[in-house]
């Protein structure tokens, strides 16, 4: 990776706080996070049932979603049909593109759900938050940017359990796309999103700011119905400097903690400490992704230390 004068002048202390250890940050009052090395459906499975009896939720709490990227149906397929298989009765649920996309492919209910069940997913089992057009703000307590966010009605009103379920990417718009993007993008609505992308739709620090701000304000607003399950598989990473960067399929994590998930994640790839990640330059932050994470901890999120559980 080519990196600016001023990037490489902090590249020293990143390298410096750089640690790869066996069990992140254990404590007992950090968050769990749940890790199998092996990506399998039987994994996948059990990360679940570990995280929905911390959470308490039993199978008969209500209604459940599974919230997949409709543009990844495909990916790690076995994984959410087992989970599905698991769960009789539960939902794919996915939302609208941004309003500024609105006329096109996922842009509408409609062009969502023939997208989704091109993929092979019936019709009957694929929930389109954005369906019938109702929308409530959400608050953002201590919001860096956005003071509120619009949220699906459906998602607020109807579901007692999501879980967000994320291939890990690398790279994306938002750097990387694990709990946190598909929260504070995902559960947004279609106008939500607009307003988490800005002007001119910019990847920018503005845009890890008012994700961030997204992602605290719809968490905050489903908490205890919201769990968060990454695979990470079949990965190619750029070099970092500063970083021993790990590649193919590294394993499955799951938590309670959005913040926490993706950390846990960064680090099977990265395996830095946070004051490693932070000490990058903005440039390689917005890049990578690494923003969003500094972004929460700023609005008060815990999670960036955590405790690892492997199962």
Known sequence: ?????????????????????????????????????EATPGRFVEIFERLRR???????SGRIGIKLHGDEVRINRPLWQALQAHLPGSFYVEGNWASAY?????????GNLEAIAGQGVPREQ??????????????????????????????????????????????TFAGYSGAVKNVGVGLAGAYGKTAVHGPGFRKDAGFFRRLADA???????????????IVLSNLKVDPLDGATVQEGTLGIVGSLNMLAADQAALDLV???????????CE??????????????????LAGRRYARIEI
Do not use: H
Request: charged share 20%.
């Open 215 to 229: 992602s605290k304000g719809i968490a905050e607003a489903m908490a205890g119905r919201l769990l968060f399950i």
């Open 54 to 60: 911390d959470l308490g939720i039993t199978m008969n």
């Open 102 to 110: 609105a006329s096109s492919g996922r842009g509408s209910t409609q």
């Open 1 to 37: 990776m080519t990196v600016s004068t001023n990037c490489r002048r902090l590249l020293g202390a990143a390298a410096a706080a750089a640690l790869v250890p066996s069990v992140p940050w254990a404590a007992s009052e950090a968050p769990r996070v749940y890790y199998a090395r």
């Open 126 to 171: 694929i929930d389109i938050l954005d369906r019938d057009g109702s929308y409530r703000a959400v608050p953002i307590r201590g919001g860096a940017e956005l003071k509120e966010i619009s949220v699906p009605a459906a998602l607020l009103d109807e579901y007692a359990l999501v879980i967000v379920a994320a291939n890990f990417k690398i790279p």
């Open 270 to 280: 990265y395996g830095l400490t946070p004051q490693a990640y932070d000490a990058y």
């Open 283 to 300: 440039e390689t932050k917005v890049s990578r992704g690494f923003l969003q994470l500094e972004c929460l901890e700023r609005l008060g």
